[in-house]
């Protein structure tokens, strides 16, 4: 039997295929983002989907519909008196700066003024029921949503996270008047803060019908073709949910396609043994990175899309506009600025051969003879030096550079340093010393600017993994099922009810464990995590004490707040000050393919690989644009180095579906599961 992991990236669509004896493959096929479905089921087209077990699969599909206001026409259904909170928000700017006295609130809002209804229902401050729904005022409301056409409706009522007995009258009585609507709770997220819960149930039903068609319609062609089983999802957090949950929460899927490279870069990180890892993810479109901090991802309780607040776990992915694709572009006062605006997989980079015109980065490392003319997919897409170069001279011509050269080397350059400016947020800026951390590049343009933005950041060890274009898609496969749980408790730390706080983890963690058994988890391989976001009195927003188990006590939770407080901001308050806030389980199933993946990396290989070291490797020399001077350097095949080799600076390591650049003074290695380990040489 076969396990799948896909995923469908701006540019490419990857797949790796995991068989059980420990072998593996990978492929890629060009996105086509009106048919996302589609590019799955080409890049299947070879595969017998009788003999799959599973199909792991990770998509931004709901990413791209909130950013181009792509989802279903949606209305609110809320309080009385709270008509025009979705609008009028909260005190907090989740863009533009706090002290920005120029800063103007342009994002469209989520839900148009008429497309916001009120009932007559109120549940107190403290979760008693004031005033129920009633139902002909319901039945009032079903008919105006009726005449506006809405394809789907979000419940939002005050403090349902405390009771959601009103929400629940609401949308049993409006499902049975509006047979096809889309129709979603806010108290299916129970946290405090009306306005992000809000948000959260209103992005959830504006994408619910087209991620249900998306997962519908890839499920019916994948079953048309043989596959028997399920198909499971990415979630933004790290972790695998089923069909049926993607139909009610489909904002999970968020960031399901960035997270498969953290998840991949934490399995990798316990492979070679390195605690602290900052991960470099590559593509045509964009650069996503992270960072690892004591093998553990970063798991924030929130993120932030556009200018939305969105309440649901996520894993600390900072995306930028630096890809393969980015486009070279001269701003009016004439400097050459890189993306954010990316060629794509249509036209795609000058070199593709396919109408594009404009110079972006794979046309500058190509110009540079990074890359070589046929170092993409073993040759499949072949890259036209001639238009990329005609690229470059139309834009040096633009800028006023003499030399062709220089302004390729001067593109790559302003790419590395966007980049190294992401990744030095989310690790340096957070404590992470460089000296400790392992850069992890990969994605299709990865392997090219590691080393480069290593140097930046002053890191000097960079594993590009096996298969690095594919490495996302290899995330899915090692992922677990993953449920998140919450419920606000606001206490004082003084005035918490110990026993209250132990009962309500317990229960939510039980819940979370029946949900699994349910799914087919052994008990087993069930993983239950406590977690209690506390703060200081006064403070906004609250930071998470994990917890091994439930035998605590509050003093144990007032030191451990402190510490990890004064690790991250370097002070801390007496334990009384503190408050808890939320209480959170994450329930996990461990998945049954990673076993697979121990097996292949214990010495099985993703391509076929011969017996070669580095001087065997070599296929042919090109002269490359290094520090400012062109270099005779060898273009090594990365499928022939046997584990041991070592490649020294300068080099150009090509493989299927992505390519590594060994700069001068560096040196690489390949590790006993053939990763390629670059090492600089120590500065004296």
């Not at 931004?60 to 519909?65: C, R, V, W």
């Not at 996270?161 to 509006?178: I, K, M, R, T, W």
């Not at 052994?522 to 993983?527: F, L, N, V, Y």
């Not at 697979?596 to 076929?608: K, P």
């Amino acid at each position: 039997m076969i396990d799948i992991g896909i995923d469908v990236g701006g540019t490419f669509t990857d797949f790796v295929f995991m068989h059980e004896d420990g072998r593996g493959e990978v492929a890629k096929v060009s996105t086509d983002p009106d048919d996302l479905a589609g590019a799955v089921v080409r890049g299947l087209e070879r595969t017998d989907l009788a003999q799959v077990s599973t199909i792991v699969h990770g998509t931004t599909a709901a990413l791209n519909a909130i950013l181009q206001g792509k989802g279903a026409p949606t209305a609110i259904v809320t309080s009385v008196g709270f008509r025009d909170q979705i609008e009028i928000g909260d005190t907090k700017r989740y863009t533009g700066g706090l002290f920005d006295h120029r800063w103007v609130r342009t994002r469209p809002y989520p839900v148009p003024h008429d497309r916001r209804f009120e009932i007559r229902e109120r549940v107190s401050a403290d979760g008693q029921i004031l005033a129920a729904p009633d139902p002909a005022e319901l039945g009032s409301v079903a008919d105006r949503l009726r005449e506006a056409d809405v394809g789907s409706v979000a419940i939002c009522f005050i403090n349902s996270y405390l009771n959601p007995a009103n929400e629940q009258v609401a949308f049993d009585h409006l499902s049975g008047q509006l047979p096809g609507v889309h129709i979603i709770k806010s108290a299916t997220n129970p946290e405090f803060r009306e306005y992000p819960r809000w948000i959260t149930a209103v992005l959830n039903a504006s994408l619910s019908p087209l991620l249900t068609e998306y997962v519908t319609s890839l499920g019916a062609a994948l079953k048309d073709r043989g596959y028997a089983g399920e198909v499971m999802w990415m979630t933004s957090s790290g972790g695998l949910i089923n069909e049926a949950v993607v139909r009610q929460e489909p904002l999970r899927l968020l960031m399901g396609g960035l997270a498969g490279g953290v998840t991949a870069s934490a399995f990798l990180a316990e492979r070679i043994d390195a605690p602290h890892v900052a991960t470099f993810d590559m593509g045509g479109t964009s650069s996503d990175v992270g960072f690892i901090k004591n093998f553990r991802t970063h798991v924030v309780p929130n993120a932030v899309v556009e200018a939305f607040p969105i309440a649901l776990p996520d894993l600390e992915v900072k995306s930028i506009g630096a890809g393969g694709g980015s486009i070279a572009w001269l701003t009016d006062e004439g400097v050459v600025k890189v993306g954010p605006q990316s060629a794509g997989a249509s036209p795609g980079p000058a070199a593709y051969g396919a109408g594009g015109t404009e110079l972006t980065v794979t046309d500058a490392n190509l110009v540079l003879g990074r890359l070589g003319a046929k170092s993409l997919l073993n040759g499949d897409l072949v890259l036209d030096g001639a238009l990329a170069y005609a690229a470059a001279e139309r834009l040096a011509e633009a800028a006023q550079v003499d030399d062709v050269h220089e302004l390729a080397s001067g593109v790559v350059e302003i790419a590395v340093t966007n980049m190294y400016g992401a990744i030095r947020e989310v690790s340096v800026e957070r404590g992470g010393d460089p000296e400790e951390m392992v850069l992890v590049s990969f994605g299709g343009a990865g392997g090219l600017h590691g080393a480069l933005i290593a140097e930046r950041l002053g890191m000097s060890c960079v594993v590009v993994p096996r298969d690095a274009g594919n490495f996302s898609a290899f995330g899915m496969l090692v992922a677990d099922r993953r449920f998140d749980y919450v419920s606000s408790y606001i206490r004082g730390l003084p005035r918490a009810d110990l026993d209250d706080v132990r009962n309500r983890l317990r229960g939510l963690g039980q819940e979370g464990r029946e949900r699994l058994l349910g799914d087919g988890v052994a008990e087993g391989d069930i993983d239950i995590t406590y977690k209690i976001g506390m703060r200081y009195v006064g403070q906004t927003w609250e930071e998470e004490v994990i917890l091994s188990d439930l035998e605590f006590t509050l003093e144990d939770l007032g030191r451990w707040f402190g510490d990890l407080y004064e690790e991250r901001y370097e002070f801390k308050r007496e334990p009384e000050a503190s408050e808890l806030v939320n209480l959170r389980v994450v329930a996990t199933g461990r998945s049954g393919h990673r076993a697979v993946r121990r097996e292949v990396a214990n010495g099985g290989a993703v391509l076929a690989t011969g017996s070669a070291g580095a001087a065997g490797a070599v296929k042919e020399r090109r002269p490359v644009y290094l520090d400012g001077a062109f270099i005779d350097t060898p273009v090594l095949d990365r499928a022939r180095l046997d584990p041991g080799a070592i490649v020294a600076g300068p080099a150009v390591v090509e493989e299927y579906d992505s390519t590594t650049l060994v700069p001068v003074a560096w040196t690489a290695t390949v590790d006993d599961d053939r990763n390629l380990v670059l090492r600089r040489a120590s500065r004296s």
